[in-house]
């Protein structure tokens, strides 16, 4: 099955300053990239995603990147605020067969106003 | 749009005690998702179901772990003994569809969860 690795686990940054997170996956076969925001003591939230038969998307002053060959994709979150602070998820799917998201461990950001 | 509806909340048990957590999708919303939360880890899936069918459950402990969705609406999760080990968030979400096609067909939207402490 799907494997999904992702750095840091923890992500301390200043108001201001950007932050990006990596994420990993075993199955080339995946070709859909969702990431998720989840505040504390809430659920997660779709923030953006990605699918394989683009590079890169950005929605405001988010971005997510993905490198098929090399199997990885990254979330940028550019003039980062305290609202940023969260735990992202990212996950990694097949939409064409048994859609599973395999999740990452997480990443806690904490920007620091 | 109503969200996707779980209870209870919060749930306290003893160990070898059983629980049973309730999910309502989204209507409209063909497959569901049991995903277990581990304080500091991501969700981690237990079971898929379409409609009323189970798609995937290789990660469900079956020994304790049961599922149903009943109608291909509501769905149930029990617990039964349950152990220390199952300390979590016991996370529904719902999504559309299966298989790929339209943007957003595939994204889920996740319940608030249903959180058990086993003493």
């Known amino acids: 099955g799907e494997n999904v690795e992702q750095h840091p686990s923890t992500l301390s940054v200043q108001e201001g300053d950007s932050a990006v997170i990596k994420c990993t996956y075993s199955?080339?076969?995946?070709?859909?990239f969702p990431w998720y925001k989840q505040e504390l003591g809430k659920r997660p939230q779709l923030i953006i995603d990605?699918?394989?038969?683009?590079g890169e998307k950005k929605d405001q002053r988010i971005a997510v990147t993905l490198n098929k060959t090399a199997k990885h994709f990254s979330l940028h979150i550019t003039e980062t605020q305290p609202e940023d602070s969260a735990v992202y998820f990212c996950?990694?799917?097949?939409?064409?067969?048994?859609?599973?998201?395999?999740f990452g461990r997480g990443t806690s950001l904490i920007v620091h106003p | 749009e109503a969200g996707v509806a779980q209870s209870p909340r919060y749930k306290i048990i003893e160990k070898r005690q059983s629980v049973a957590f309730w999910c309502n999708p989204i209507s409209g919303h063909a497959t569901l998702y049991w995903y277990q939360q581990i304080l500091g880890q991501g969700p981690k899936l237990l079971i898929q179901?379409?409609?009323?069918?189970?798609?995937?459950d290789s990660q469900l402990p079956k020994d304790r772990f049961s599922a149903e969705r009943l109608k291909g609406v509501d769905s149930t999760l029990k617990i039964q003994p349950a152990k220390l080990e199952d300390s979590a968030v016991y996370l529904c979400a719902s999504s559309l569809a299966r298989t790929g096609g339209a943007p957003g067909a595939n994204v889920l939207t996740f319940g608030a969860g249903s959180r058990l402490t086993v003493l």
């Open positions: 990605i699918r394989s038969n683009v």
């Open positions: 996950a990694a799917s097949m939409t064409g067969g048994s859609y599973i998201p395999t």
């Open positions: 199955d080339s076969a995946s070709n859909y």
């Open positions: 179901f379409q409609n009323n069918g189970v798609v995937d």
